[in-house]
């Protein structure tokens, strides 16, 4: 796990730490570990989207697990993110039949529409490009997520909508 100097206020407060106790809950108590996926989601989110290596080393802590097994799946998983990120992170899906269909074009469309490369952020904060492991819409590529949701069969009049409405205000990122 690269280690960064990105500092983060790690806030840990009542409510994040009765979610916490919640999902540990659903599992046995020699298994708390198994809760670590959703754990990481929870804290993620409450943290502004991004986990610092301290937020991490805390969340070992609360599982009792050791520092090492966290940072191996935040590193795995890119749905994890150990950076500040911008708002509006558009994940485009680069496997092959993506890129069958024209992704690694329509990735370079929308960074030459935002003013960045991919792993930048607009000087605004509000916009980010990055290219995922497959996920799993093959059927409808191209194809990225943004939030929670899936944005399919895209084009460049799709990417030109959905950046202004993501100016706009009119995206919901989370669905919860």
Known sequence: MERTNYKQEINMTQPLMNRINELMS????????????PILHEVQD????WLSAELM?????ILEILPIEVYEVV???????????????????????????????????????L??????ITS??????????CLGACGYAPMMQLGDFYKENLTEDK????IADCRDDKIILHDK
């Not at 080393?57 to 802590?61: G, H, I, P, S, T």
């Not at 024209?102 to 370079?108: A, F, N, R, S, Y």
């Not at 605004?124 to 492991?133: A, C, H, N, R, S």
Request: glycine fraction near 8%.
């Open 159 to 162: 990417i030109d909508q959905l």
């Open 57 to 61: 080393d805390k969340v070992a802590e």
């Open 46 to 49: 409450a943290h502004e989207n």
């Open 124 to 133: 605004d904060g509000l916009f980010e490009v990055k290219g995922v492991e």
């Open 75 to 113: 590193s795995f998983y890119s749905m994890y993110n150990q950076r500040p990120i911008g708002k509006f992170m558009f994940e485009f899906c680069h496997t092959s039949p993506c890129c069958l269909k024209g992704t690694e074009d329509l990735m370079d469309y929308t960074c030459g529409k």
């Open 26 to 37: 659903h599992y046995p108590a020699d298994k708390k570990k198994s809760a670590l996926l």
């Open 115 to 120: 003013g960045v490369k991919v792993g930048e």
